[in-house]
Structures are given as C-alpha cells and as structure tokens.
C-alpha cells in the first residue's frame, strides 16, 4: 500500500517529497469499494451455495451481488477520474440499481406461480453418523 501511495505522488510530479494527495485519496477509495465490493460478492457466493432452498439463495444472490456490483463500479469510477467514462460508469450502475432488484423479485414471482413452496419450518441438521450413537 505504501509503495502504491509513493509510486502515485512520483508519477504525479516526478519527486517523492512532494504527494498528489487527490491521487492518495483516490487510490484509498478504490482500494476501500474494491475490497468490499468483493467481500460482498464472495457472501453472496457462499450464501447460495450454503442456504437450504430456492428462495433463500435467490435472496443471497440478489442482494448482495447487487450490492458488490455497485461497489466494484464505485472503485472504476475512483479510477475513471472526471471523463466522459464516469458518466458511463454511472449510467450502468444506475441501470443495475433498478433492474437487479426487479429481476429478483421476477424470477422469485415466476417461482411462486410455477407452484416452488418456501421451505418452512425448523431446520435439521444432516445425520452424518448414520444414526449410531
């Protein structure tokens, strides 16, 4: 981290002693949404793998990769700059915030019609000793 810190004030003006602290703070927060965004992600990965039914990691999946989609397009716009490509960076993430959601609900409705029933009830833990005590 710090190297990355000198190596951006050095490409900024050429000297160490001097640091472009815009490029600082830029690279803090890309660094910052990009972990996140990842950290989310990879919750939302495992939630659908680990949860019990169709609902469940429907919920896993819809929230949180929306969530991490936004967050690794915040870290591309720390990165873009002010340009043409922020604003196309933010035209997508807009579109995501909206149709990620609705499509979610979609398919969990469709689901529903189709006659797929929650499962409800307490859950029981898997016998993995066959039975013998």
Same mark, same amino acid.
């Given at each position: 981290?710090?190297?990355?810190i000198f190596a951006a004030a050095e490409a900024s003006h *050429?000297?160490?002693h001097h640091?472009?602290?815009l490029a600082v703070f830029r690279l803090i927060g890309t660094v910052v949404s990009l972990s996140a965004g990842l950290f989310?992600? /990879?919750? *939302?990965t495992i939630g659908? =793998?680990?949860l019990p039914d169709f609902y469940t990691r429907l919920h896993a999946a819809g929230m949180t990769d929306t969530l991490g989609a936004? =967050?690794? /397009?915040?870290s /591309?716009?720390?990165q873009s700059g002010w340009s043409l490509m922020t604003l196309k960076l933010l035209l997508v993430a !807009? !579109? /995501?915030l909206v149709t990620s959601p609705t499509a979610t609900h979609a398919v969990a409705h469709a689901a529903y019609r189709a006659g797929l029933k929650p499962l409800t009830g307490k859950m029981q833990a898997p016998d993995v000793d066959g039975g013998a005590s």
């Open positions: 981290m710090i190297y990355m *050429g000297a160490v640091i472009d602290w989310f992600v /990879l919750a *939302g659908v =793998l680990r936004e =967050l690794i /397009l915040i /591309l716009i720390f !807009f !579109f /995501l």
